[in-house]
């Protein structure tokens, strides 16, 4: 009986203590009519990358689909700092296949790995361009079949611009965050950042051409948290 209360007793403060985390969910919808994508002539020019395109490629500076839905925004809570779990996170992957970044939009925790893969039979190299002080300027040759790279930063700082100096169209974007909390939203549009511990939080979105929206939100103790946001063409 005694073990029993006891027990009870130690199950009673466990759960006063540990607050259920919840997940944030949500949707981006892109509302107006983006510009059309430009075409990437001197790719589809170039004699080694070119021929890996049978079309003409094209910019992906918004990638919306039927009913608006809208990828490749970034999504995170703000005002949360100091609780990345750094390099043993799991490694972040970009891969350049056909001369193109993929995906060109990614985010990582400080300290996480980004590995960066070449599928192409063309040499890159990959030329990272931070502007926060601390983040390492970085410029690594890859040839084809060449083992893949790693980059990671130790500071928080968004839409970091990654480049080939070989192939000048080649662009992608990653974002740092010295914290689990963030996401990049699909091509369905949706996003979802896992166990968030309870509390009131700002919630940013943000995409490289149509900006930044905000959003307070509460996370309850164990409760999906669901947020529908928008954000306009420019
Ligand atoms: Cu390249």
Same mark, same amino acid.
């Given at each position: 009986? @005694? ?7 130690v ?5 006063? /203590? ?15 009519? $983006? ?17 890996l ?6 910019? @992906? ?65 990959v ?7 601390g ?15 790693? /980059?990671?930063? $130790?500071k ?20 740092? /965050?010295?914290? $689990? ?9 949706? /996003? @979802?950042?896992?166990?968030v $511990?309870p ?20 996370v ?15």
């Amino acid at each position: 009986m @005694k073990r029993h209360l006891a027990l009870a007793a130690v199950t009673a403060l466990a759960s006063a /203590f540990a607050a259920t985390a919840g997940d944030v969910v949500g949707t981006i919808t892109l509302k107006g009519t $983006p510009p059309k994508e430009k075409d990437i002539t001197p790719l589809k020019e170039d004699p080694n990358c070119g021929k890996l395109h049978t079309a003409m490629p094209t910019t @992906k500076f918004y990638v919306v689909g039927a009913k608006g839905e809208l990828a490749d925004v970034v999504v995170s809570l703000e005002g949360i700092s100091g609780k990345s779990t750094g390099a043993s996170a799991k490694p972040v992957v970009m891969d350049q296949k056909n001369c193109i970044y993929v995906p060109q939009i990614l985010a990582v925790q400080t300290g996480q790995k980004l590995v960066v893969k070449n599928s192409d039979p063309v040499l890159h190299n990959v030329h990272s361009v931070p502007t926060v002080a601390g983040n390492p300027e970085d410029n690594k040759a890859q040839m084809p079949g060449g083992a893949d790279l790693t /980059f990671s930063f $130790p500071k928080a700082e968004e839409f970091i611009k990654f480049k080939c100096d070989v192939h000048p169209w080649m662009f992608a974007w990653v974002s740092v /965050f010295d914290h $689990p909390y963030f996401a990049v939203s699909g091509a369905d549009g949706t /996003f @979802k950042i896992a166990n968030v $511990p309870p509390g009131k939080y700002t919630l940013k979105a943000n995409h490289r051409k149509a900006g930044v929206v905000t959003q307070e939100i509460e996370v309850k103790d164990g409760a999906p948290t669901t947020v529908a946001l928008s954000l306009d063409a420019k």
